[in-house]
């Protein structure tokens, strides 16, 4: 079906052409064009989108009864962006400036959808009608972008006493108070929100949306009487059974974490969402049964749910983890459903899995009698889930274990909470770092003073030795708080209980020096010729210590300490597998320690800032964490469903008819903006921009979707990507910085490219890293099985607006550029491969076009420029 939208586009902007500028102030818009707005606005948040007649509809009534306000016409450019289509509607805004060039309402939206590069067209919209709000809005996001939040702040109160219509003053109201919260002046914010909330004429679901706002910033206060107001009015909100998905989902989300600072909050929220019976509700209240162990209610109501499905059930029985699954009564199903998740990186030959305490669980579940808890049966498994770590799943197996023998029960439970118990206190220990507390309040055992540690005189306890006795500070001190909290686990979990003993042992581990910058622990597994070489042990000898507790928790951990980084941290994350892995990349064999992962107990300060974090690598070796990765594949599934419906599972494809290939081929005919400067060095700069995006790394997914449904002769018009290819091309990434590490280290052998390393960062810590991430990824993209996976990652980060505490984004957005000038060459000198893209228009709009191996040769001619490997 063709979309009408573009017709009510450019009908809008040429009804509005001419109508900014006059004298008199601008009116506010008939209440029946707020009105039909609202309603666009609703069916956007019920799921709506550019095709649905609807919502067209009510967007062409909001025009026709005010033809020169810019809200319709922002909101049909948000739909074309989320149908993949923001190219060309940036093309058609600009044909219509180029008809009214004084059009402040069309300078807004141009430079809205330019993002970054458009921001002087907010400026030129405030001098063409500084009465404009939208101009003043545009302008506050661009201070904003700048990292000038109180300067935005000002901007949007200027935009707020503008607003024509009640739901602008709030959205600007809204965009005020997350500015103002950026400055630290939150109160301030509160109050304006509230105030907007009280104001008439905000329409009903604009009314939830603005509510629900008001409540998130309520429970983000440190003050627990705000928390419980914004909580309070947040289980209101949920009452109302007529709420769109959206709002009840990012309510939830908020109230659910907020539960457990008082008492009946939970029940609250459950009952908050029996207003209404929807398959979302129904889902998000078995959410909260089973993480209040209510696992068959729960269940119960999942399949007798409107619409419900065993592929719901499964996929939340997944997001809760196997602990939930367990309070079933089903420790095999629960088992299984887990490794048919697993991917193939950490299988063996068989099927199972290549951990060999991994594996042991899996036999233990399929032994006889597990799911008619037998005795014995029940005890061999949850034997092999504390052997293997799996705490959380033996204590919720020891509820099964009860009914059958109470004793062997209480045991299983006892070992799984001492396991459960180390790990919360290993995160209160490095928490505590940031906290600045000391060991007594951070750990409140009792045991530490800041200094030493103290133990009770027991016969054979050892006094600790003369370094121990010295204040210890940083990472000797962390490791010293660490081995109570081991010793103590011991004494259920089997090993030296003594806590001075263990705490030696941490004392003693292998540390990896990186001259005076950094420290970290040897993560294990094993010592390797290097290790040896530097002294730390004979090649090929378990790793003591630090490893060796983690690893005998069913854990890989890293602990360590940057200059300046605000003293120790650690990471600790749930190992699926430890493995030996080598190579060969662009001509430079590269070989480290592997580890498989599957979720985090404990965030390293980069990600607890708010950084994702899927992998990293590390002195022989990388990690890469599968449940992150995951959450990825989640993200290619999702486009999936939004431009056609997924196939029934395991056929990992998505189905539709006619109409959903045709939304997508429609996104994919996108061929780049028009270039329109006039001599060649700027045509030149503007072929190759990288600002906008518009939504280019989706197109690039959504290619590889279709090429792999046409290539498969599959009836549906996409196949969605395996997680195991994400994975294979998030290692490629991480091999990228091993190969880096052969061409570079030891440095007494390399001192050429050292140097030149140092000299392309500035002799800069930061830059430094940055140029290793772009290294890296040109690796990637060099090898990946498909290099436009590892591109996807390149585009997203080269559109966000927020790099974050991680160098990637930088890196990555001038490795775009890098690969587009490039291009450019290619395309300018008429090469073969290139033909199929236009050179009058923008290459990074063009990127979804290219075949694998062009981006791979691409990738290649970089590498080779920036001598990344050995080409």
Request: charged share 30%.
């Amino acid at each position: 079906m063709r979309s009408p939208l573009p017709a009510v586009i450019a009908a809008t902007a040429v009804l509005a052409t001419g109508c900014a500028g006059g004298p008199a102030p601008l009116a506010p818009v008939p209440p029946a064009a707020a009105a039909a707005l609202a309603e666009a606005r609703e069916l956007r948040r019920g799921g709506a989108g550019a095709e649905d007649e609807p919502l067209v509809a009510a967007l062409e009534r909001a025009r026709a009864l005010a033809p020169d306000w810019v809200a319709p016409r922002r909101l049909a450019d948000d739909l074309e962006r989320d149908a993949l289509r923001g190219v060309a509607a940036l093309e058609r805004r600009r044909q219509e400036l180029a008809a009214a060039p004084r059009d402040a309402g069309l300078q807004y939206l141009v430079g809205r959808l330019e993002s970054t590069a458009g921001a002087r067209r907010f400026e030129r919209a405030a001098r063409l009608e500084p009465r404009l709000s939208w101009a003043w809005h545009g302008l506050a996001w661009a201070a904003a972008a700048r990292g000038d939040p109180a300067g935005a702040a000002r901007r949007e109160a200027r935009a707020a006493g503008l607003a024509r219509d009640p739901w602008e003053r709030a959205f600007f109201t809204a965009s005020r108070a997350a500015q103002l919260e950026r400055a630290g002046r939150g109160d301030g914010a509160l109050d304006a929100l509230r105030a907007a909330l009280a104001a008439p004429g905000l329409q009903r679901g604009d009314r939830a949306w603005l509510a629900l706002e008001t409540a998130l910033f309520e429970l983000r206060r440190d003050e627990p009487e705000e928390r419980e107001r914004g909580f309070r009015r947040g289980v209101e909100l949920l009452r109302r059974p007529d709420l769109s998905e959206a709002l009840v989902q990012r309510a939830f989300g908020a109230l659910s974490a907020a539960t457990e600072e008082g008492e009946g909050r939970a029940w609250d929220l459950e009952l908050s969402l029996a207003a209404a019976r929807t398959p979302l509700r129904l889902e998000l209240r078995a959410e909260g049964m089973l993480v209040e162990a209510d696992s068959r209610l729960a269940l119960a109501l999942l399949e007798g749910a409107p619409d419900g499905s065993p592929e719901r059930s499964r996929a939340l029985a997944r997001r809760l983890g196997r602990a939930r699954e367990l309070g079933l009564g089903h420790p095999r199903g629960a088992v299984e459903a887990w490794l048919a998740e697993l991917p193939r990186q950490v299988l063996a030959a068989g099927g199972l899995p290549a951990d060999e305490r991994l594996r042991r669980i899996v036999l233990a579940a399929r032994a006889p009698g597990v799911d008619e808890s037998a005795p014995e049966a029940l005890a061999t498994l949850g034997a092999a889930m504390i052997e293997a770590g799996w705490f959380a799943e033996a204590r919720a197996l020891a509820e099964i274990l009860a009914g059958a023998d109470l004793e062997r029960a209480l045991a299983l439970r006892e070992r799984a909470l001492a396991g459960l118990q180390v790990l919360a206190g290993l995160r209160r220990a490095v928490l505590g770092f940031e906290r600045g507390g000391d060991a007594t309040s951070v750990l409140g055992e009792g045991l530490l003073s800041s200094s030493e540690p103290e133990v009770a005189e027991s016969p054979g306890a050892r006094r600790p030795s003369t370094g121990q006795r010295r204040a210890a500070s940083g990472l000797e001190l962390l490791l010293e708080r660490m081995g109570p909290l081991f010793a103590r686990a011991h004494e259920w979990l089997g090993g030296e209980a003594d806590p001075v003993r263990v705490t030696d042992e941490l004392l003693a581990s292998p540390r990896l020096r990186f001259g005076p910058f950094a420290t970290l622990v040897h993560p294990g597994e094993r010592l390797s010729a290097a290790d040896q070489g530097a002294g730390l042990g004979a090649s090929g000898q378990p790793v003591g210590g630090f490893a060796r507790e983690m690893a005998a928790l069913g854990r890989f951990g890293l602990v360590g300490e940057v200059l300046g980084g605000g003293g120790p941290d650690a990471t600790i994350l749930r190992r699926l597998r430890v493995e030996r892995r080598a190579g060969r990349h662009l001509g430079v064999a590269w070989s480290g320690t592997v580890a498989w992962c599957e979720g985090v107990d404990l965030l390293g300060r980069t990600a607890r800032a708010g950084a994702r974090v899927s992998g990293a690598a590390l002195h022989e070796g990388y990690w890469i964490d599968v449940a992150s990765v995951r959450r990825d594949h989640d993200g290619w599934e999702r486009l999936a469903r939004e431009f056609g419906q997924l196939g029934e599972l395991g056929e990992r494809g998505a189905g539709g008819g006619g109409e959903e290939a045709a939304r997508i081929e429609l996104a994919l005919a996108t061929r780049g903006l028009s270039l329109r400067e006039g001599d060649e060095s700027a045509r030149s700069r503007e072929r190759r921009a990288t600002v906008p995006l518009l939504g280019e790394a989706d197109r690039v997914r959504l290619a590889v979707m279709r090429d792999r449904a046409r290539l498969a002769g599959a009836r549906a018009p996409l196949a969605v990507v395996e997680l195991e290819e994400l994975l294979a091309a998030v290692a490629c990434h991480e091999e990228g910085h091993l190969v880096d590490r052969a061409l570079f280290l030891p440095l007494g052998r390399n001192l050429g490219r050292a140097l030149r390393l140092l000299l392309e960062g500035g002799f800069s810590p930061a830059a430094i890293q940055g140029r290793l991430e772009y290294r890296a990824h040109l690796v990637a993209l060099c090898v990946a099985d498909d290099p436009r996976l590892p591109l996807v990652d390149v585009l997203q980060a080269a559109e966000t607006q927020d790099d974050g505490p991680l160098p990637h984004a930088g890196a990555y957005r001038e490795l775009l550029a890098d690969l587009l000038a490039l291009l450019e060459a290619g395309v300018m000198r008429g090469d073969e491969e290139w033909r199929t893209l236009d050179p009058e228009r923008t290459l990074a709009h063009q990127l979804h076009q290219l075949a694998p191996e062009a981006l791979r040769a691409l990738a290649l001619e970089l590498a080779a420029r920036e001598h990344v490997g050995a080409l």
